[in-house]
């Protein structure tokens, strides 16, 4: 809404995407409530929550979606998607089968996503070091060739939770201001 006399206000839509199980509903309550749920179930999805952050002296808020679990049963539907300037694109460090399948949600974001998009890739769990199946270098390289942000995090211990939300709404912020 603009009201004149305000300073300019900032809103922009991200979307989380990835398989199920990567920790994308954990990754947003981190972030948005520093909060982590050990036995999350799909079902208990929010649609989004809106999280502030000054830039340059100006409030900008993200609306942060979450898919609820839709990925289940791949009806991620264009609704989900419409309107939205940056994604978080995540998979789990130690389930190779989830890295694997980035290339298709990138086909699907790419279908869905007419503006350019900031997107991050996100490789999520990497609180397991023991388990791990995908090394960081392929996480790089991956982001290297399809010319993505990418980062490691954790939603257990929080590891680099914030500062992924962060890259993504400061980019968005410097591409549209
Ligand atoms: P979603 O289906 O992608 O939304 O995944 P959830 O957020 O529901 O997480 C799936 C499971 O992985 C849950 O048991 C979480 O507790 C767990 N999980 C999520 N993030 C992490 C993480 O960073 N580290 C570890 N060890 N487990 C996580
Ligand atoms: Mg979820």
């Known amino acids: 809404e603009e009201e ?10 991200v979307v989380i995407i990835g398989d199920s199980a990567v920790g994308k509903s954990n ?3 981190r972030y ?3 909060e982590f749920n050990p036995h999350s ?3 208990i999805g929010v649609e989004f929550q809106t999280q502030s952050m000054d830039i340059d002296g100006k409030e900008v808020k993200a609306q942060i979606w979450d ?5 289940r049963f791949r009806a991620v539907t264009s609704a989900y998607y419409r309107g939205a300037f940056g994604t978080l694109l995540v998979y789990d460090i130690s389930r190779r089968s989830s890295f694997d399948s980035i290339a298709r949600w990138l086909d699907e974001l790419n279908t869905h996503s007419d503006t350019t998009i900031v997107r991050m890739l996100v490789g999520n769990k990497c609180d397991l070091e023991t ?3 995908v090394s960081i270098e392929e996480g790089k390289a991956l982001a290297e060739a399809e010319g993505l942000f990418f980062i490691e995090t954790s939603a257990l211990d929080s590891t680099n939770v914030k500062t992924a939300f962060e890259i993504v709404i400061k980019e968005i912020y410097n591409n549209v201001s």
């Open 32 to 34: 948005a409530r520093n």
């Open 4 to 13: 004149e006399g305000e300073g300019e206000e900032y809103l922009f839509k």
């Open 67 to 71: 898919t609820a679990g839709q990925e």
């Open 41 to 43: 179930k799909a079902t």
């Open 131 to 133: 388990l791990r199946e």
């Open 27 to 29: 990754l947003l309550s």
